[in-house]
């Protein structure tokens, strides 16, 4: 079973902006049940089907498999609740870390949220200076949820 250990925080200026280069992202949610998601996700022009249990402190298990670009978009198209979850992922590595920066579209325009993936739950982190404010464990912030109450509703 694949394990996904991760924090979540806010993104404050642009100093990050430099640091990776962006990939579109366009995926909706087939359905979240009792914390329990399934996602599809286009990104890169690559399809992927995701199932993730409901988070425990920072961990949860996830289940990811590529699909058929077209089988995905047909999904999005047909089975996905609305809205989508439009973003651009900038991947930025610093040290032994990779931080993934959203930057979000269409109804959750405005948001920028960062995710770093960590090795054990007390794993210590060096926060780079355009961090800003933890929200691991603020369930409005996870993209499941953004799809059903946008940031632009807040």
């Known amino acids: 079973m694949a394990k996904e250990i991760e924090r979540k925080f806010l993104v404050k ?7 990776g280069v962006g990939s579109v992202y366009r995926q909706g949610y087939i359905a979240t049940q009792k914390a329990v998601t399934v996602r599809v996700r286009i990104a890169n022009s690559r399809g992927y089907l995701t199932i993730k249990s409901p988070s425990v402190n920072y961990s949860r298990a996830e289940f990811e498999y590529e699909v058929p670009l077209a089988d995905a978009q047909e999904m999005l198209d047909t089975l996905c609740d609305r809205p989508l979850i439009e973003k651009v992922r900038y991947k930025v590595k610093l040290g032994d870390l990779t931080w993934e920066i959203d930057e979000f579209d269409g109804d959750n ?38 799809a059903r109450f946008p940031f632009s509703k807040w």
């Not at 960062?114 to 996870?142: C, D, M, T």
């Open 13 to 19: 200026g642009d100093g990050w902006r430099n640091l």
């Open 109 to 146: 325009k405005g948001l920028i949220v960062a995710e770093v993936e960590l090795s054990n739950e007390k794993q210590q982190i060096e926060l780079p200076e355009w961090i800003g404010e933890e929200v691991s464990h603020e369930s409005r912030y996870f993209n499941s949820n953004l």
